[in-house]
């Protein structure tokens, strides 16, 4: 089984423009994302995939390996698909580009929902932990996600799921952790499907793959990214290097 791992770069960003290139204890955040990636040892490959030249020359300037977008793209997940369309893989991760302090226990444990799905079954996998502060159960930015009892995906939302009508019945929220693995073909699935209504009402693209029947195992970590988002994050993130 080759598995790569994929890191969509785009240049632009609403909240911090450039964030991706910006400087990180010597090095540029991208450039520090794709290293930790590399170091993690769990891939075959690690490519950077991204619509800027600056990005593209950032990381094969460094000998790393770098895809340039040709179309424009709505979603990460259109943008991978493009990228390895005629690579010879068979899972792929997502990793964030603007998260540098990778972990690799949650990613092993992505993975290992592939090596363990021998009838095929899972057609992506992602992460998921439990949150019990009341004000992130209601934090429209916090992506919740409900499950089977196999551990499937039944829904995600932005909205607050499952919602407490009783109370004290054992509900667990948890929040989806956007780290995916896809199967190629749900990657080039996902790829010539159309948004549907779901989708654009959430802004999940997750909800595509659902919406059109594929299933995607969750796993539960305690793990929290450290993204960076904003200037002030960026702040943060220089003070740990």
């Keep these: 089984m080759k598995i790569i791992a994929v890191i969509p770069a785009r240049y632009a960003s609403t909240r911090f423009p450039a964030k991706l290139m910006q400087d990180l204890g010597g090095k540029t955040v991208i450039l520090r994302t794709y290293e930790a990636a590399t170091s993690t040892q769990l891939f075959d490959d690690v490519f950077v995939v991204t619509d800027s030249d600056l990005i593209y020359d950032e990381i094969v300037s460094h000998g790393g390996k ?3 977008s040709i179309k424009e793209h ?4 259109d943008r991978i698909a493009e990228a390895v369309e005629n690579l010879d893989v068979d899972i792929v991760m997502n990793v964030q580009g603007d998260e540098p302090f990778i972990d690799i226990e949650p990613l092993a444990k992505v993975i ?3 090596r363990n799905d021998l009838d095929q079954k899972v057609d992506l996998a992602s992460l998921m ?7 992130d159960i209601n934090n429209p930015n916090n992506v919740k996600v409900v499950v089977d009892q196999n551990g499937f995906a039944l829904y995600f939302s932005r909205s ?3 919602y407490p009508r009783e109370k004290n019945v054992g509900v667990r929220y948890m929040q989806h952790i956007g780290i995916y693995a896809f199967r190629k073909q749900a990657l080039l699935d ?3 499907l159309p948004m549907q209504s779901l989708e654009a009402s959430e802004k999940l693209e997750q909800l595509r793959y659902l919406e059109f029947g594929k299933r ?3 796993v539960e970590t305690s793990h929290v990214g450290i993204g960076i988002d904003t200037p002030e994050d960026l702040e943060r993130a220089r003070k740990m290097v």
């Excluded at 709505?74 to 997940?77: C, L």
């Excluded at 932990?129 to 004000?135: F, G, K, V």
């Design 160 to 162: 607050v799921i499952p």
């Design 66 to 68: 770098a895809i340039k």
């Design 129 to 135: 932990r439990e949150i019990t502060n009341e004000a």
């Design 216 to 218: 995607i195992k969750m």
């Design 190 to 192: 996902f790829y010539s």
């Design 74 to 77: 709505e979603s990460g997940s």
């Design 112 to 114: 290992e929902v592939f």
